[in-house]
């Protein structure tokens, strides 16, 4: 007897064995014929089929005509893609090596289907949140595997399948009943729920007068829709710096207008912490985009600036005031202002979000100025002599043109963003919004919260002030009155220097890189990888994968480089097609 062999297929317990026994069963057939197999049979199981025989040829051998039947008789979307590839068995002893060799998905696109719609409705139930999409779900189908022969005897024909079909399975409302007050929907009760449903559908009758079911006339199997056209892929990195890819399904939770993105954040977490002891723990649920800690973090950013800010304000103050009281007016004044900017951001609709926030630490340097005329304004009128009262109100009176012509200019040189269209407008626009906020929030507090809070805190100098010949004689603004009189003198050629300069930083500017973002601190990146359009989706699942190992092995020189405790890649997230 020639030495025994089994050649198995193993696929989800959810697969229907329909769609594989035809492919074995032609497998058992040509292996036969070929001579590979000595009197083969079908054998099955729970989650496998396979075909067992005699064989005096070995493993090598059976492979290529493995492999050579795959290719020569098998469609690329007719075999399910959860089955595992074939594995060749001859010692029961070796099958669960042999099975770990082919091991395909630990979950198949119907589970993770199912997994995810749950996941999904759960995180429906956030306050926060206004919809859930889901990328990459492999749609599912129901095919009739059938016999031209078989159903011309009953004289049927393909189309007449889908008539029958399309007449049973009534998924539209039958309208309704009014019976009194009350109106009863009524929905007709022939939508197919299940598979097996749609083989009890009577598509004919025998001579007999007995009715014909189309189990009776066709396979009816589950599958998937084939081709994909849309697939979703994850990668991630183990502790030990190995990397693996699997299927993955990338839910999007979007959040209602006017939320808060952190509380939006924190109830999106506890719902899947809920969530998680009802799925399998083996399975991966992780953050490919976690908006609401980039956020945190940018505000975190922004107070570190404002502090910083603060602080320099006040270092220079006491620098250019020689006095505590003017450096704890510029610190009260920007606390006062922000305060009066995050109002009329909130009653234009301006949430904080990243464009904002880069804004406000843009406005930081700005906010200060109007504060710092009024405050010296004050300063100079209590130096002659007014009384706290008079000088509180006389000082920035008198600058207020001056101080609302600086203010309208600011303003004015921001608003052409307003005019930008498309993507870039829309995710500007807030740019020139709260930049005017913090400007006129600006203008409004260094003429009312300045005078008030200077009424208070400023003091006149117990020293005379020097007079005008005095300063220009000594000190940074004796050095400053010279190198102005200077350049009056000599007014054509500092304007030829100036033309040189504007010259030079013409032609340095046309160097510098344009970028629509600068560089931020950021957990992901995107790279687009584009092939034809008449390319198949194994192509582009082929190329994807080797633009992983492309970044893979670049992200880990560098790495190399930095010697960093941590890896600079966490995760990969893959999306083929479209």
């Known amino acids: 007897a020639l030495p025994a062999v089994s050649i198995v297929y193993c696929f989800p317990l959810a697969l229907s064995q329909v769609g594989v026994e035809h492919i074995t069963e032609d497998f058992r057939h040509t292996a036969e014929f070929a001579g590979i197999l000595d ?25 290529e005509f493995l492999s050579q039947f795959i290719a020569s008789r098998i469609q690329p979307g007719e075999i399910d893609p959860d089955v595992w590839y074939p594995v060749i068995i001859r010692d029961p002893a070796e099958t669960a090596a042999r099975l770990a060799t082919v091991a395909g998905w630990k979950f198949s696109y119907a589970e993770l289907d199912n997994y995810t719609d749950l996941i999904g409705r759960t995180l429906l139930g956030v306050p926060q949140a206004s919809r859930v999409e889901r990328k990459g779900v492999r749609p599912q189908a129901i095919y009739l595997n059938y016999s031209q022969e078989r159903l011309a005897s009953y004289g049927l024909q393909p189309a007449d399948l889908a008539k029958v079909l399309n007449a049973q399975n009534i998924t539209l409302p039958g309208g309704s009943l009014q019976a009194g007050e009350r109106e009863i929907r009524l929905d007709p009760s022939g939508e197919f729920e299940n598979a097996s449903v749609i083989g009890n559908v009577v598509v004919s009758a025998s001579p007999t007068g007995a009715p014909v079911y189309l189990r009776d006339l066709v396979q009816i199997s589950r599958g998937y829709q084939s081709p994909a056209s849309y697939l979703n892929y994850y990668t991630w990195t183990d ?99 922000l305060a009066m900017t995050f109002g009329m951001a909130h009653a234009v609709g301006v949430d904080l979000q990243q464009v904002s926030i880069a804004t406000l630490i843009i406005a930081l340097g700005l906010l200060v100025d109007d504060p710092v005329v009024a405050n010296d304004a004050i300063k100079r009128e209590l130096a002659g002599g007014l009384p706290r009262l008079h000088a509180a109100w006389i000082g920035p009176t008198k600058l207020a043109r001056a101080i ?31 930049m005017t906020a913090a400007l006129v929030s600006s203008r409004l507090v260094s003429m009312t919260f300045i005078p008030l809070l200077g009424y208070y805190l400023l003091r006149p100098a117990t020293r005379p002030a020097p007079s005008i010949e005095q300063r220009r004689s000594k000190g940074f603004y004796g050095f400053y009155y010279r190198t102005a009189g200077l350049a009056i003198r000599f007014r054509w050629a500092v304007l030829a220097l100036s033309l040189v300069f504007l010259f030079a930083g013409g032609m340095v500017a046309t160097r510098l890189k344009s970028q629509f973002f600068p560089e931020d601190i950021q957990y992901w990146s995107y790279v687009d990888v584009w092939l034809p359009n008449n390319a198949p989706l194994s192509l582009t699942n082929d190329t994807a994968e080797q633009a992983e190992q492309v970044i893979r092995r670049v992200i880990s020189e560098y790495d190399g480089r930095r010697q960093a405790n941590q890896p600079l890649l966490k995760s990969m997230t893959t999306f083929v097609g479209g």
């Open 404 to 434: 609302l012509y600086a203010t309208a200019t600011n303003i004015i040189a921001y608003l052409p963003f307003l005019m930008l269209e498309g993507s870039t407008g829309d995710f500007l626009r807030t740019l020139p919004i709260v």
């Open 39 to 63: 009197r083969p049979r079908i054998v099955t199981g729970r989650g496998f089929i396979g075909v067992d025989g005699g064989s005096r040829y070995n493993d090598q051998r059976l492979g």
């Open 239 to 337: 502790k030990a710096g190995k990397s693996y890819r699997s299927r993955a399904i990338t839910l999007a939770v979007y959040m209602r207008s006017g939320e808060q993105i952190q509380k939006f954040g924190a109830g999106v977490d506890r719902k899947l912490a809920q969530i998680r002891g009802f799925l399998p723990p083996d399975l991966i649920i992780a953050h490919t985009s976690d908006q609401p800690l980039q956020v945190k973090e940018n505000i975190d950013l922004f107070m570190e600036a404002l502090y910083e800010a603060i602080g320099l304000v006040v270092l220079i103050a006491l620098v250019g005031f020689w006095e505590w009281r003017s450096a704890f007016l510029m610190a009260l004044s920007m606390p006062v202002t």
